[in-house]
């Protein structure tokens, strides 16, 4: 595989705002495949899309079916994955870098909930396991640091700006404030110091605009993955409406 982390290190610097990095969540092979046909340089996988593929719902993978479901997407595509490892799964240091790199990921999310109590994790506590991380990983691996002030109901600019700037100094190499509202985003790209990642949501601003809002990076959590399965459920409807009709037909 010739996808690098220094590839995707890159791809976040020296962009112009109204050119932010737009990584589509593909959520299989095929889906991964269609998005790098079309020429985008990297792609993120969501941890929802996946796990919706999979038949489970977020959160509830287990991390030997999400890590095969992440080296599925690497195999067929010759482009940098990111991955959305969630919280970790439980996994040391050692055996999340261990298993990100056997499924040919070079980039991982870590949110900092903590999936036991669905709360907000020890800002320093998740800072230094993000070390642990980056020194098991070395430059190998671009850490992208998920903040969840706003998803647990601390809507706290200063709070979201006090846990980027410790994950920052742990070694992260992107912050992802989920759900940030977008007119925030400069302020904190630039009270953090990294390149931020905005999520791009239905009825949000889009992905240029972001990056004109202070966005580096453009992903979209499992939006593609909802976008496909309504159009395949519209296509259901259709064909089911076409075999009633033409079964009622031939009974009269």
Not at 118 to 146: F, K, M, P, S, Y
Request: proline share 7%; aromatic share 6%; hydrophobic share 45%.
């Amino acid at each position: 595989m010739n996808a690098t982390a220094a590839a995707l290190r890159e791809l976040h610097h020296g962009r112009n705002p109204s050119d932010p990095l737009v990584l589509p969540g593909p959520w299989d092979a095929a889906s991964a495949k269609v998005f790098a046909d079309a020429g985008f340089p990297a792609l993120a996988t969501p941890s929802a899309g996946v796990a919706a593929s999979l038949g489970y719902e977020d959160g509830q993978t287990p991390a030997d079916e999400m890590f095969d479901a992440i080296a599925r997407i690497t195999r067929a595509v010759d482009i940098p994955v990111s991955a959305d490892v969630e919280a970790g799964y439980g996994l040391s240091a050692r055996e999340l870098v261990g298993r990100l790199a056997d499924a040919g990921a070079v980039g991982c999310n870590l949110e900092d909930t903590d999936p036991a109590t669905g709360t907000l994790r020890d800002a320093r506590q998740q800072a230094d396991w993000l070390a642990q991380v980056r020194a098991e990983a070395g430059e190998a691996l671009v850490i992208n640091a998920r903040i969840d002030t706003y998803l647990r109901g601390v809507p706290d600019a200063d709070e979201t700006i006090r846990r980027g700037r410790l994950y920052a100094e742990a070694g992260a190499d992107c912050v992802y404030p989920f759900v940030a509202p977008p007119d925030q985003l400069a302020r904190l790209a630039g009270a953090i110091g990294l390149p931020v990642n905005a999520v791009a949501l239905p009825d949000g601003p889009a992905p240029r605009e972001l990056g004109t809002l202070g966005a580096t990076r453009i992903t979209f959590g499992p939006g593609l993955q909802w976008r496909a399965m309504a159009a395949v459920r519209e296509m259901a409807e259709g064909l089911r409406a076409e075999t009633m009709g033409r079964a009622r037909t031939d009974r009269t």
